[in-house]
């Protein structure tokens, strides 16, 4: 595992390119920062400045090569490499909240954005026009929509929400695809179609994630639980609560296996192998060993009146000292992820080994 930091300023979000040389981050403000890698060090080879609030999702497309950019400002963005500069094009969202999250399609032909309009927005691409359209998932949702995630067929989308559910919903968009055909959780695919409504969740849901062959759905929520759907199974529910903080951001790095991480600030790692065998397995960081110097008593005791602690330091035992915001896939495919990245409120980045 390595660490690398950009700075101070907690980074919201990040998103690498296909061959992993560039990174795509935001450090909270409305701007989007695209780092190199130069030998051992990142160097900033663009500044993406097109918004005018706060940077809520990044996604970057590996085949076709484009960064999709949403914000509070309502606004999203799709970003083309033109004679070495990237060149956005304003998408049509028709939103009249905050964008909250944004994710491109595995097949690259749309993207899917979740705002706190209580809706989703699915963009595409129409050659007539010249322009970027969307159209609107909006029932049932009551609230904002926190995470996404595409189911491999390119159709179905996964979306957590502010209120408690996690849907999966068709996003057919008939004019530039072909009919889909029966998938586990469900053979009819009309767009906005409701496949799966998974209530009492118990908090918000933070993050979604599809497994590998798409028949399972992981979901984390602000309830520090672990959710499990297995359509495969008839859509049961495996669900299990842990004693840590709750986690933001979960992630299938084999058929079987789950990361999460959140405000615990380390990732985490389950095991799933069927219908109620939703297991912890261990805490991916490796605690550091901080050298005890001699402390006086004075010193001793004003640590415990302070903080009622003997320690004196401020640092976490974990790599990150801060929540972490964000996992990203950084090599391997899905069935067998070989390294992930994860982004954290103290700017850093940490590229994790994942032995299978």
Not at 44 to 64: F, M, N, V
Request: proline share 4%.
């Amino acid at each position: 595992m390595s660490l690398y930091s950009f700075g101070l300023e907690p980074l919201s979000c990040h998103a690498w390119n296909k061959d992993r040389t560039q990174i795509a981050v935001s450090p909270n403000n409305n701007v989007v920062n695209i780092y190199e890698k130069k030998g051992k060090d990142w160097v900033k080879i663009h500044e993406l400045t097109e918004h005018s609030g706060r940077i809520t999702g990044i996604d970057w497309a590996p085949e076709s090569n484009r960064i999709v950019t949403c914000a509070s400002d309502r606004n999203a963005y799709v970003w083309t490499m033109k004679d070495g500069l990237w060149k956005p094009t304003l998408v049509l969202v028709r939103i009249n909240r905050a964008a909250t999250c944004v994710k491109w399609s595995p097949l690259e032909n749309k993207f899917a954005l979740g705002s706190g309009a209580r809706l989703i927005s699915v963009c595409y691409f129409e050659k007539e026009n010249d322009w970027w359209l969307s159209k609107h998932i909006k029932k049932p949702i009551r609230s904002t929509i926190l995470s996404l995630d595409w189911h491999p067929n390119n159709i179905l989308l996964a979306a957590g929400s502010a209120d408690l559910h996690c849907r999966v919903f068709s996003a057919y968009i008939k004019d530039i695809e072909d009919k889909p055909g029966p998938t586990a959780w469900g053979a009819k695919m009309p767009f906005g179609e409701v496949l799966l409504e998974q209530k009492d969740c118990g908090g918000w849901v933070h993050s979604v994630s599809f497994s590998p062959s798409g028949d399972q759905l992981a979901c984390v929520t602000h309830s520090s639980s672990v959710i499990v759907v297995d359509a495969a199974q008839s859509k049961q529910v495996t669900q299990l609560t842990t004693e840590h903080l709750p986690m933001l951001s979960v992630l299938h790095v084999s058929p079987t296996e789950l990361m999460a991480a959140g405000h615990d600030s380390c990732p985490y790692q389950f095991t799933y192998k069927g219908p109620g065998t939703l297991k912890f397995v261990k805490k991916l960081d490796i605690p550091k060993q901080t050298s005890k110097g001699s402390m006086s008593a004075m010193q001793h005791f004003r640590n415990l009146d302070k903080r009622a602690t003997e320690d004196d330091s401020n640092e976490l035992d974990t790599l990150h000292q801060n929540s972490i915001t964000q996992l990203c896939v950084v090599s391997g495919e899905k069935t067998k992820v070989e390294k992930f990245s994860s982004v954290g409120l103290d700017g850093a980045m940490v590229i994790w080994e994942f032995k299978h």
